[in-house]
């Protein structure tokens, strides 16, 4: 059955400093794309980033990276140089080609940047 | 600028109410979602629509429906809400199969 994992509930990071969350994802299908969502405190879904299964690099916009490792069933976001505005929800997401191409979300992650 | 539209950001509504959550996008898109989103449990698809007139189930559809007559409106329905149905409602919408999500502002409901 399909799935996404986020094990981590909470994060601390650094202003400045790199962080990484993690993201696990189970899957049959051959063919899906895995994205990242940002939640700020108002509320609204913000789409970060995605990355295809057939995808051979990793996905990147800006501060944002995605790690794709295929064989393991990982897409961990990276955020280079957090900044205070980066504090929030962060969702993983997995749509399937299979299923009627629904996307489901994992816990998500809620980062807090410290000054 | 590109918009998804749910009709109410705060409701409170007593057990037993019939519910409808309103959702209006702007940019033709063929597939639009209802999920709910809980503290610690993410964001679970209630249904989805790829089309007028078409639905699918999501994950949890239970104690739910929806409708849509019209491309650019999807209603999420509570025929007899229950407190259990205490939420975030957040209404999606996607061109096609592939790509981004574009959400709503969300409906926070309260169910006494």
């Known amino acids: 059955a399909q799935k996404i994992t986020q094990t981590q509930p909470g994060m601390f990071v650094q202003e400045k400093e790199a962080v990484t969350l993690d993201c696990t994802y189970d899957?049959?299908?051959?063919?899906?794309?895995l994205f990242w969502y940002k939640q700020p405190s108002s509320g609204e879904m913000i789409f970060l980033i995605y990355?295809?299964?057939?995808?051979?690099q990793n996905a990147t916009e800006g501060r944002y990276s995605l790690n794709f490792q295929k064989a393991r069933k990982s897409a961990n976001l990276v955020i280079s140089a957090s900044q205070l505005g980066d504090s929030a929800m962060y969702f993983c997401a997995m749509r399937e080609a299979g299923g009627g191409f629904k996307t489901i979300f994992g816990a998500g992650t809620r980062l807090f940047v410290k000054a | 600028d590109v918009k998804v539209t749910q009709s109410s950001r705060y409701l409170v509504k007593r057990t037993g109410e019939k519910v409808f959550l309103e959702c209006v996008q702007d940019m033709d898109h063929e597939n639009m979602f209802w999920y709910r989103q809980d503290p610690g449990l993410g964001l679970r698809l209630i249904y989805f629509?790829?089309?007028?007139?078409?639905?699918e189930k999501g994950d949890i559809p239970e104690g739910y429906s929806v409708s849509r007559e019209k491309k650019e409106r999807f209603s999420l329905i509570l025929e007899s809400a229950s407190t259990n149905q205490t939420s975030m409602y957040l209404c999606?919408?996607?061109?096609?199969?592939?790509?981004?999500?574009?959400f709503g502002e969300g409906s926070r409901l309260t169910v006494l």
């Open positions: 990355q295809g299964s057939y995808d051979q």
């Open positions: 629509s790829y089309d007028v007139k078409m639905k």
């Open positions: 899957t049959s299908d051959p063919s899906y794309g």
């Open positions: 999606a919408s996607r061109r096609g199969q592939a790509g981004e999500l574009f």
